[in-house]
């Protein structure tokens, strides 16, 4: 790590109406401090009525961390994590911590974790990224210069090297270059040793590249470093570290890549301009996209050879977004290729966004989702925005008035979700609290971009134990098992009587507890002789909740002649749904997806069907399937389906209030699944909003004859959005 020492605060900054060439990041950028009009467009009018459905101020209980400057906050799975940064206690002292806070975004409780091991020393503008579902991994930012060095030179991993919480009294601090992985199932730190580290810097951008890396033991990375340093687990993954400023508050305009299997620096490329925190924003492509897709339009195909997604064959690739100059706006877009090569990205479209300091953000779906502190001499605001990377084209995401009051401060997507978090306090200033470069934690927005039709199916991103796809050769196994009958031994009959062959053990095995309690609930029938099994209202309330992965597994019997005997086990399986309905859900069974988009067997009010009945039925996966596959159809003309079928399936045909009675101990996932349709729901209202306005806009060119069919349209839009918003407080 870097020995330079710099002598005075390092987040020191001053007013916006001054100029300033302290050690703060972006201080030394031409109109860093100066707030001044910007040339971007608004992106159009809010529309207020629907905006205050997808914007929640959410309350948080617990021991939730101090106002700091500095902290890094990171996402895994259904946590945030908030660590390091300079606590507010003293101007003159830099009061710098290492103290790890976590925040269950479920039941919205703080707590300070009891971390041990090799603890890194106290830092501020550091990176901290997530690998995988298990770790953490800290890398650079600023630290106090007084046995900072020694402490991580110095590490054995004999215990702990210092309490948390620990601070230095001393106002000089130095840039650092050291990693630290975190593992979040032991709160413990290990520090990690590498060769050639290259220049300390604080307040640069990194992220680790999406692998199918996972570790299979919860101490693995402190084990397998007593033995040949490296990383227990399978596959790799890399951190790429951009930009950042030295000591001196340089920018370093270089990309560094750190290897997490072999646990050393491998590449140092030039980028040829200034990245950092203040300005940019690195967020790896992920597997939704191909490269070949970027820029290339919405009917542009992603599909390789034997019609699988590319993007899964090319990890690697990343965005790199900055904005330069907030008195003239300058926006720029590279996309890192995964052999290195940096290729510049035009945007296009009407509306850009404006210039947004420390801005953070990700990759959902297909959109890229930036967040950051717009200010200028007559707006101070909070600003979301969303590029969309098929076209290249910007929309802004109207939050509502929710950003127009109060110190928000700091955004992180939350993919699992289909959500973006801000943290911060409602009741403070914006300029305040930015002239200080000061995070609060006191209240946490949530921005339901599910809505906007921005939606991801979380199991594609998780661990494989949760998974519930399969590999392409699994799908093409699957396809082909169903055109095989003389491999069936039950049938599943439709409402028009129609048949289809399965395979029994197979649909047992995929579908889990559901199946096998109605073939039990069968078969135990005594009063008569039963030869078909129904799925009736009753069979929902009588069935376990339990998933094949997850669930209580002491009646989970595969169907064989061992414990069912044939004679007597139903032969066949009654659905009251029509056909397709039946052939689309017998399709998931057998290969873990539904029809590919544009297959004209799942049309829109087919999946309406499978959103109502993927809850009650317990197929793990369909409601996830289904709910992408409708925001990838939703449009105009099926917005009040999909809104009606949302509205049915988040109370599971019970009413929408079921997802009131939430209780986190017991349906943590049963709550989630409802808050879930609920934004597939919200965005089909928005769908019906749109359309009420257009046809007002050709109303009023008909005449006044129209005005009252206008004004009937508009009460029934009114008392729509009045029950969406009181489920939206109910969340």
């Known amino acids: ?114 971390t041990r091991g090799q603890i890194p020393p106290p830092r501020y503008f550091h990176s901290v990224c997530a690998l995988g579902d298990s770790k953490l991994v800290c890398f650079g930012g600023m630290s106090p ?52 580290p290259p220049e300390g810097r604080y307040a640069h951008c990194a992220t680790i590249l999406p692998s199918s890396s996972f570790y299979s033991q919860a101490d693995g990375v402190a084990q397998v470093l007593e033995n040949s340093h490296r990383l227990d687990g399978y596959g790799g993954a890399e951190m790429v570290v951009v930009g950042g400023q030295d000591s001196a508050n340089h920018y370093i305009e270089e990309i560094n890549v ?17 990245c950092g925190a203040y300005r940019s924003v690195v967020a790896p492509l992920g597997n939704r996209l191909a490269v070949s897709q970027i820029g ?31 008195l003239d706006v300058k926006l720029a877009l590279q996309l890192r290729l995964p052999d290195g090569t940096l290729e510049d990205r035009p945007m296009n479209g009407p509306h850009t966004p404006p210039g947004l300091r420390f801005p953070n953000g990700g990759v959902l779906d297909n959109h890229f989702v930036v967040s950051g502190t717009y200010l200028t001499s007559s707006k101070q605001e909070y600003a979301l925005w969303a590029l969309d990377l098929r076209t ?9 008035q929710v950003f127009t009051n109060g110190s928000w401060n700091r955004g992180v997507v939350w993919n699992r979700r289909s959500s973006f978090l801000i943290l911060g306090n409602k009741n403070r200033s914006l300029v305040d609290d930015y002239n200080h470069r000061r995070i609060n934690f006191s209240n946490l927005c949530k921005v339901d971009l599910e809505a906007f039709g921005l939606y991801e199916n979380w199991r594609n991103q998780s661990h494989p134990a949760v ?135 799942v049309q829109a009010p087919i999946l309406c069907s499978l959103l109502q009945i993927a809850r009650p039925y317990r197929i ?24 009606n079928a949302a509205a049915t399936a988040a109370g599971s045909g019970s009413g929408i209030e079921a997802v009131y009675n939430y209780n986190p101990a017991e349906d943590d996932d ?39 069919d206008m004004e009937k349209e508009k009460d029934k839009m009114q008392g729509l959005e009045g029950g969406m918003r009181g489920m939206n407080m109910g969340n």
């Open 467 to 601: 998974q519930k796809t399969y590999s392409p050769a699994a799908e093409e196994f699957g396809k082909m098992f169903m055109q095989m009958p003389e491999l069936c031994d039950m049938e599943f009959i439709c409402l028009e009587g129609e048949t289809i062959p399965v395979n029994s053990r197979l649909v047992a095995k995929r579908w889990g507890q559901y199946f096998i309690d109605l073939l039990n609930n069968t078969k135990n029938d005594s009063d008569r002789a039963v030869s078909i099994a129904t799925i009736t209202p009753a069979s929902f309330a009588g069935s376990s909740a339990a998933s094949t992965l997850t669930g209580d597994k002491r009646d989970a019997f595969l169907p064989t002649p061992a414990n069912y005997n044939p004679l007597d086990r139903p032969r066949a399986l009654y659905f009251p749904h029509s056909q397709p309905i039946v052939a689309a859900l017998t399709e998931f069974l057998y290969t873990g997806s539904l029809p590919p988009p544009g297959d004209t067997s």
């Open 258 to 274: 750190f290897n997490l299997r072999s646990l050393q620096w491998i590449s140092k490329a030039p980028l040829a301009r200034s």
């Open 620 to 643: 793990e996966g369909l409601l996830e399937a289904t709910v992408e596959r409708i925001h990838q159809q939703l449009d105009g003309k099926n917005a009040a389906a999909v809104f």
């Open 1 to 114: 790590m870097s020995a330079s020492v710099l002598s005075s605060d390092p987040a020191r900054s001053s007013t916006p109406t001054q100029s300033s060439t302290t050690g703060i990041p972006g201080s030394n950028v031409p109109g860093a401090s100066a707030p001044g009009p910007s040339n971007s467009s608004s992106g159009g009018p809010p529309s207020q009525n629907f905006s205050t459905l997808v914007s929640t101020i959410l309350k948080t209980t617990g021991k939730e961390p101090a106002p700091l400057v500095g902290p890094s906050t990171t996402i895994v799975n259904d946590v945030l994590y908030v660590f390091g940064g300079r606590a507010l206690q003293s101007r003159a002292t830099p009061k710098l911590t290492n103290d790890m806070y976590a925040l269950d975004l479920v039941t919205r409780v703080w707590k300070k974790l009891e």
């Open 145 to 196: 210069a007084a046995g900072a060095g020694s402490e991580a030179a110095n590490a054995t991993g004999d215990g702990t090297q210092q309490a948390p919480g620990t601070v230095a009294d001393t106002p000089e601090v130095m840039v650092m270059s050291d990693i630290h992985v975190f593992d979040i199932p032991t709160y413990t730190w290990t520090f990690i040793p590498a060769i050639d």
């Open 392 to 400: 290249l084209v910007w929309s802004r995401i109207d939050a509502g």
């Open 296 to 326: 290339a339009g919405t009917d542009a195909s992603g599909q390789a050879e034997g019609g699988h997604n590319q993007a899964l064959k090319e990890p690697g690739a990343m965005l790199i977004y900055s904005n330069y100059n907030f």
């Open 670 to 708: 049963e709550w989630w699944e409802s808050v879930n349709i609920i934004g597939l729901q919200k965005r089909g209202l928005r769908g019906l909003m749109e359309g009420r306005r257009m046809r007002e806009r050709g109303k009023s060119i008909g005449g006044p004859g129209a005005r009252p």
